[in-house]
């Protein structure tokens, strides 16, 4: 079985999976309406799921909300059936909808996470008089015992900014041009890493976020403030913390070469040189993620360890033009040069990048960017070795 067929018959387990469990919740919307679980000697539906059927608490939760909004909102069975609505994403909705706003409020919260869903509801129903304070606890002993967990390095604080959502820039800031032409998210949206920091919606613009930090990050923050007490007096942690993001977004996108007023470029001293123009006009007009196209339409999007590479190679003659070269993530960047050198003469490098690998996922995160530098066109160690040994 080719991975085409593999794809296929997944998609359709998916499908009958979609069907049974939105079959399932009609069904439960019947059987609560009609209370049958008193007659079983249940006080509640949720104690039946728990108890009759076997469910974790969380599932039977999820469950008799569905099948409560369902006797309200048929109308959610259709989306549920068809996979556009799922569970946890029903709980939030349940919250806001109502028989005024059915038509409009139901499509927002097609396809979304739990916590996309949460910032529809923080718009739709805002917290009132959000909190503006600053917590500072103690962590336990035992829990201090354990070890810390090593500081990202800046280039991996410089990507969970990117994704951050809450992320803001000044206007016509060079750090403004790392989101250029990004479209709003969609299927093709970049995934959620899982060291990505968790904020909880407040309103349509608050957000909190929870975040465990070290005695050395509370001094250091104390001396920013001192340091800004100039420039930023009585500032809070947020606008330090703010003003400290907006100079790493601004160093990474001098990095990149997207400054307002370019420098001229001296003539390139390397023959793989990419030239900065080049390197600002993909990035504007990929939006600064992967362009790798998937088979099922739309494109990768990633925007994690981007990386420029040629379409047509610089081995085989392709030139450094914009026409000629696109973003691609580290691993889409790499299949390429497999699927153009061949995975025996890829292996050849397999040393190099196993002794990377065993630094760490984390520091090999952190120099994702690095490669754009040392590479020249942003490809991968091994893909620029490729290209020079074929060259």
Not at 51 to 74: C, V
Not at 189 to 216: C, G, S, Y
Request: glycine fraction near 6%; charge should be positive.
């Amino acid at each position: 079985m080719n991975a085409r067929d593999s794809s296929a018959r997944l998609s359709d387990l998916l499908r009958r999976e979609h069907h049974a469990m939105a079959e399932f919740l009609v069904a439960l919307a019947h059987f609560d309406e009609k209370q049958v679980w008193l007659e079983l000697g249940y006080p509640s539906l949720f104690t039946y799921l728990h108890r009759e059927l076997g469910l974790s608490k969380s599932a039977a939760f999820y469950r008799k909300t569905a099948a409560e909004l369902i006797q309200r909102f048929p109308e959610i069975v259709g989306p549920l059936e068809h996979g556009r609505l799922c569970l946890s994403t029903v709980g939030e909705l349940a919250q806001v909808l109502t028989p005024e706003n059915r038509n409009e409020v139901i499509p927002r919260f097609f396809h979304l996470s739990k916590q996309e869903a949460r910032a529809v509801v923080a718009e739709l129903k805002p917290v009132e008089r959000p909190p503006q304070r600053e917590i500072v606890t103690t962590v336990r002993a035992a829990a201090a015992a354990a070890t810390p967990a090593r500081a990202p390095e800046p280039a991996a604080a410089l990507e969970l900014c990117a994704l951050a959502p809450a992320c803001v820039v000044a206007p016509g800031s060079p750090a403004e041009l790392l989101d250029a032409n990004v479209p709003a998210r969609n299927v093709n949206a970049p995934i959620f890493r899982a060291d990505q920091p968790t904020f909880e919606p407040l309103t349509a613009e608050l957000r909190r976020m929870h975040v465990t930090v070290t005695k050395r990050f509370e001094a250091k923050v104390t001396a920013a403030k001192d340091a800004l007490s100039h420039t930023h007096p009585g500032a809070s942690t947020e606008e330090v913390l703010e003003a400290a993001l907006d100079l790493l977004l601004d160093r990474a996108a001098k990095r990149k070469g997207l400054v307002q007023k370019p420098r001229r470029e001296k003539r390139p001293s390397k023959r793989d040189h990419l030239p900065a123009e080049v390197k600002r006009a993909v990035w504007v007009r990929d939006g600064g993620c992967c362009q790798w196209a998937l088979e099922a339409g739309g494109i990768c999007g990633s925007r994690h360890r981007l990386q420029y590479d040629h379409i047509h190679p610089k081995a085989l003659g392709g030139p450094s033009t914009i026409e000629n070269v696109r973003l691609l993530c580290g691993r889409h960047n790499l299949l390429s040069a497999r699927r153009i050198f061949g995975d025996a003469w890829m292996e050849r490098f397999a040393p190099a990048r196993k002794a990377t690998a065993a630094e760490g996922r984390r520091r090999e995160d952190a120099d994702g960017d690095r490669h754009d530098a040392r590479d020249g066109d942003g490809s991968t160690g091994a893909h620029s070795e490729v290209l020079a040994a074929s060259s």
